[in-house]
């Protein structure tokens, strides 16, 4: 089955500070992981996924099959990067379904 | 291009009533799908479509249905309303392969009382 952890529902750091949002996952399979930003009352964008290696907006995050995690990180937190922070899961296996963990709350504090 | 458009943004039911949230793409996307979103549990997959005439359940598709006669439209129909399917709903539609970015709609705040 597809499931995505995100173990922390709030997560607040001082600006300036690193931040690392934890996502692990379980698949039978080539799973797809994304990380998706939703700031307040907006849609949800999507930030970055692995097949990219790329770094958006300063966040990269890296797929770590050995440890099954996707976490996102950031050096130097910015205060604009408070919202809600959304891991998800898509597989050829189980139709190309896009699931989603329960999310982050990031808070940057001045 | 206005991507994944959904209506209505608010709505306000009485419980045991029957609505329908629209969600329209004119991207030519044969994947669209609906999430609800509750406090702590994250973005829940309700229904999807991979493409015209073919639906298929999610995790939480009792209480709601759809339906897909055109490529362009994926409505959700609340048959009997719920308190508990107070929620913010969202549409979103990907194009062919799992590489695609999944585009979202811009949601629909639905409380029922």
């Known amino acids: 089955a597809q499931r995505v952890t995100q173990p922390e529902k709030l997560l607040s750091v001082f600006k300036g500070a690193p931040v690392e949002l934890k996502c692990n996952y379980s698949?039978?399979?080539?799973?797809?992981l994304f990380w998706y930003v939703q700031y307040s009352r907006q849609r949800l964008q999507l930030l970055l996924r692995h097949i990219s290696r790329e770094s958006i907006k300063g966040f990269t995050a890296d797929l770590n099959k050995g440890e099954t995690s996707f976490h996102l990180k950031k050096p130097f937190a910015q205060e604009e990067d408070s919202a809600m922070y959304y891991c998800?899961?898509?597989?050829?296996?189980?139709?190309?379904?896009?699931?989603f963990g329960a999310g982050t709350i990031l808070r940057v504090k001045s | 291009n206005a991507g994944v458009t959904q209506t209505p943004k608010f709505q306000v039911l009485k419980t045991g009533q029957s609505m329908t949230l629209q969600c329209a793409q004119d991207?030519?996307?044969?994947?669209m799908s609906w999430y609800r979103q509750d406090p702590g549990m994250g973005l829940r997959l309700i229904h999807y479509?991979?493409?015209?005439?073919?639906?298929d359940q999610g995790e939480v598709p009792n209480g709601y249905n759809v339906s897909r006669s055109t490529t362009e439209d994926f409505p959700l129909r609340l048959l009997s309303a719920a308190p508990s399917q107070t929620s913010v709903y969202f549409c979103?539609?990907?194009?062919?392969?799992?590489?695609?970015?999944?585009?979202f709609g811009e949601g629909s705040w639905l409380t029922v009382v």
């Open positions: 479509s991979v493409g015209a005439g073919i639906t």
């Open positions: 979103a539609s990907r194009g062919e392969g799992a590489g695609n970015t999944i585009y």
């Open positions: 998800a899961l898509s597989g050829r296996e189980y139709g190309n379904k896009l699931v």
């Open positions: 991207m030519n996307h044969e994947y």
């Open positions: 698949y039978s399979g080539s799973p797809e």
